[in-house]
């Protein structure tokens, strides 16, 4: 079983399921709202531990109405929350709309998420005993490259997921070893991902493609869903990478893609990541 350790962001999602979105200055009825938690870094920790890992998250919650609930998820799904922290202020929160083909639209805030300035002595010895440090880019980067480079440093595999995606330090791609991107991300990153030794580009609906540091490609294809939102079923794929990956590129690729593709299947970001069941069900088919 991998050792995981996520050091990345929680929000609370707040999910309006809508037929068509408003044009600017126009109003529409929406079909629903839903509370759901989230987060890229929690969607991701949930995800690995689902898919058969050991996970602990190094993240903040506020101290508002939200943060009892948010900890409460991590913790009922398995994932180890003694290095998550509670500062002053509120926690992270998405707005997000889902629309009739299941596209979504996401706007982060991100509240105790951007308080993650530091690592304490504690989340350093839990990054170095683990097996992989996985990221995303929703905390401070400064935070990102220090977990990265503690990491690197004491030989456990970095996985960035560099979402959402802006430009970055090249000493932060130099401690990258896996990098998962959505073919948007991989075409604003361009050229930056060529430092990067594994690098998965997920193609929606079509699956994804790998590329190795000999440079052979590996074509993973899709698996066929009924899609109702597609909301953290990146985070889903890259969880179930991560948690798969010291079986090899091939079956940690399928593996992701099972998962990522189940996730779609339902609305929400949290309460729509599949169980280990649920994924063997759809692998074995
Ligand atoms: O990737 C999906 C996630 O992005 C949502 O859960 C939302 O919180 C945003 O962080």
Redesign the pocket.
Known sequence: MARIVVVG?I???LVTSVRRRPEPGETVSGDGFAL?????G??QAIAARRAGAEVKFVGAVGDDVFADELRRVLHDAGVGVSRLRRVDGPS???A?VVDGNGE?S?I?VGGANSRMTELDAADLEAIAVADVLLCQL?IPVQTVLAAARHAHANGTAVVLNP??VHELPADLWAEVDIAVVNEGEAAQLGSALDAVPHVITTLGADGAIYRGPDGITLPQPGVRVKVVDT?????TFTGALAAHWHEGPEIALAWASTAGALATTKLG??VSIPTHSEIERLLSR
């Open positions: 962001s929000n609370m999602d759901v938690p989230g987060g890229k929690s969607n992270g929160v998405a997000i979504n996401i982060v929703e979402s959402p909301t953290a079923a990146g985070d970001a949290s």
